[in-house]
């Protein structure tokens, strides 16, 4: 079972390239969700989605889009990459529906701009 | 609104000794609590969690924390630190689907480094 699964696991970008960073899942999840975690900051919810075609922006969306075809993935783009934007990003899933669910996290794809 | 406030972000015990790591937090609704560590280079996972049920909460790698409404807190503790418990350690609160808010607030965070 490979759980939540990211990609690439390590990216450079120039500043003002555009990337996607891709997340799937297979545990058939309907909550999916993309965080960044900086140093001494926690980790800060980007967008999430509660099911297909359904995403809501959390509390650092400047910068990133998102969009939930199926169930499975749950992509982010990055359009025009800032500096700011340095920093290791994760996406996580849980089942949702009523009932308490943990969630599941990926690996990490840890970007750097310059 | 919820939010998480983890007391020290770094913390140093000895091998053997006790380990404690604060967790306070704030929610409008009962909370559901966890707590996940992280390994270096690695994604978070989920030691334990508090769903309502028993105030008192075992996990894995030997680690309980226990729900006190009273203080609003939710510390994690362990009787003994291993050398493999270094680690991340995150506090983060939910308010759960029931409430339209499943999502995760975390805490900034606990560097917890073990002394041989």
């Known amino acids: 079972n490979a759980g939540v699964t990211q990609t690439p696991k390590f990216r450079i970008l120039k500043i003002g390239q555009s990337m996607t960073l891709q997340c799937a899942q297979d545990m058939n999840h309907n909550y999916m969700y993309w965080y960044r975690q900086d140093p001494g900051m926690g980790l800060k919810l980007i967008y999430y989605s509660v099911g297909a075609g359904i995403t809501d922006k959390g509390e650092v969306p400047n910068g990133y889009n998102v969009s939930r075809s199926t169930t499975e993935d749950f992509p982010l783009r990055l359009e025009l990459a800032a500096p700011s934007q340095t920093s290791v990003y994760f996406c996580?899933?849980?089942?949702?529906?009523?009932?308490?669910?943990?969630?599941?996290f990926g690996q990490g794809t840890r970007l750097t701009v310059v | 609104a919820q939010s998480v406030t983890q007391l020290g972000s770094h913390v140093s015990v000895s091998e053997g000794a006790l380990v404690l790591l604060r967790c306070n937090y704030s929610s409008s609704v009962p909370p559901y609590l966890f707590w996940y560590v992280q390994y270096p280079n690695q994604g978070l996972q989920l030691l334990l969690k508090y769903t309502s049920a028993a105030t008192l909460v075992k996990g894995i790698n030997g680690f309980e924390a226990e729900f006190k409404k009273s203080e609003t807190s939710f510390h994690l503790t362990k009787p003994s630190a291993h050398m493999s418990d270094a680690a991340e350690y995150f506090c983060?609160?939910?308010?759960?689907?029931?409430?339209?808010?499943?999502?995760?607030?975390f805490g900034t965070g606990t560097r917890l480094t073990i002394i041989p």
């Open positions: 996580a899933s849980s089942s949702g529906g009523g009932k308490v669910t943990e969630a599941f």
């Open positions: 983060a609160v939910s308010e759960g689907s029931n409430f339209g808010n499943e999502k995760l607030t």
